[in-house]
C-alpha cells in the first residue's frame, strides 16, 4: 500500500521558519517528481512547488519563490519542502504528492497530474 506521510507543520509567527517533510513507503518514487500544493479554509487547494525526479529542477508558485525551498533524498523516499519568512498567508493545510507519472523532467502543477497524495499537515502562520 503506498503512503506519503506529512510532518513538520506548526505554529509559527510571522517571519518564522518551518520545514515540512513527507516521506514515502510503500513504492520507491525516484523516478517520479514530487509536489508540495496547500488548501487554505474557504480556498481550492493549489501547487506550491515541485521537484524532478532527479531533484535537479524545481518548480515554484509565485507567491512563495525566493521563500520556499523544495529538495528531496531519493535514498530515503523523502521530499522537504523549507518555508522562511512565513506570512499569515501562507496558513494552510499543506500536501505532498507524487507525480502519476515517471521521469517527467519538469515538475507539474496541475494536480491532476499527480496520483499519490498524502493525508496534509497544518500550518498556521500568526501575525
Known amino acids: 500500500q503506498v503512503q506519503l506521510v506529512e510532518s513538520g507543520g506548526g505554529l509559527v509567527q510571522a517571519g518564522g521558519s518551518l520545514r515540512l517533510s513527507c516521506r514515502a513507503s510503500g513504492r520507491t518514487f525516484s523516478s517520479f517528481a514530487l509536489g508540495w500544493f496547500r488548501q487554505a479554509p474557504g480556498k481550492e487547494r493549489e501547487f506550491v512547488a515541485g521537484?524532478?525526479?532527479?531533484?535537479?529542477?524545481?518548480v515554484y508558485t509565485d507567491s512563495v519563490k525566493g521563500r520556499f525551498t523544495i529538495s528531496r533524498d531519493n535514498a530515503l523516499n523523502t521530499v522537504y519542502l523549507a518555508m522562511n519568512s512565513l506570512k499569515p498567508e501562507d496558513t494552510a493545510v499543506y500536501y505532498c504528492?507524487?507525480?502519476?507519472?515517471?521521469?517527467?523532467?519538469?515538475?507539474?502543477?496541475?494536480?491532476?497530474?499527480?496520483?499519490?497524495w498524502g493525508q496534509g499537515t497544518q500550518v498556521t502562520v500568526s501575525s
Open positions: 521537484v524532478s525526479w532527479r531533484g535537479g529542477r524545481s
Open positions: 504528492a507524487a507525480d502519476q507519472s515517471r521521469g517527467r523532467i519538469f515538475p507539474e502543477v496541475n494536480e491532476g497530474d499527480y496520483a499519490y
